[in-house]
């Protein structure tokens, strides 16, 4: 039996109060030295401290989440171009509808949604990632009878792919 645990007389394991300090601080220590992180909150080199996202659009679902992932790792996401330490550059963000099956009528029963986006990082005048294409591509099924569900089926998957592609980019940030 551990020492500061005790049974109780219904039988359930019970922790006196000083050792609660010394399971926390053994469980801190586990989940750290293994790597863990929590979800979008990659710690990033510091030439990423200042950093300025480049792009047409910035109302895309990417830019949009892009932003909140940089802000969750510390990141000071600038607006003016020139005061950044780093330049991510979006230069395409699409999203592509292509139909995979359809019924004995020739409507479609299938899609295949793909998110498409190409960047690059600038920091300091050198490059250091060249134009990179990245890309999630997902299936649903399509109702006729259930037009609204369908559409709102299809906005949550556009908003996954986006943060998919999210997470692959700050691991690529986070890798340099």
């Known amino acids: 039996m551990l020492e500061g645990t005790m049974r109780n007389s219904i039988g359930t394991w019970v922790v006196s109060k000083g050792t609660v300090p010394i399971w926390t601080l053994a469980l801190t220590l586990l989940v750290t030295s293994c790597g863990f992180h929590l979800q979008g909150r990659q710690p990033l080199p510091p030439t990423f401290q200042y950093t300025y996202i480049d792009t047409k659009d910035e109302q895309t679902d990417f830019v949009q989440d892009l932003r909140k992932a940089l802000i ?3 990141v000071n996401v600038i607006r003016t171009k020139g005061s950044s330490g780093a330049t991510i550059s979006v230069h395409s963000d699409e999203l592509a509808e292509r139909i995979l099956s359809v019924s004995a009528r020739n409507i479609p029963t299938e899609y295949e949604l793909t998110y498409k986006v190409k960047f690059s990082v600038m920091s300091g005048g050198k490059s250091l990632i060249d134009d990179e294409e990245i890309s999630a591509t997902r299936d649903f099924s399509f109702d006729e009878t ?22 692959l980019v700050m691991r690529r940030l986070a890798a340099l």
């Open 72 to 74: 969750a790792s510390n």
């Open 146 to 167: 259930q037009l609204l569900a369908k559409e709102r089926e299809q906005e949550i998957l556009r908003e996954a792919l986006a943060r998919d592609l999210v997470a």
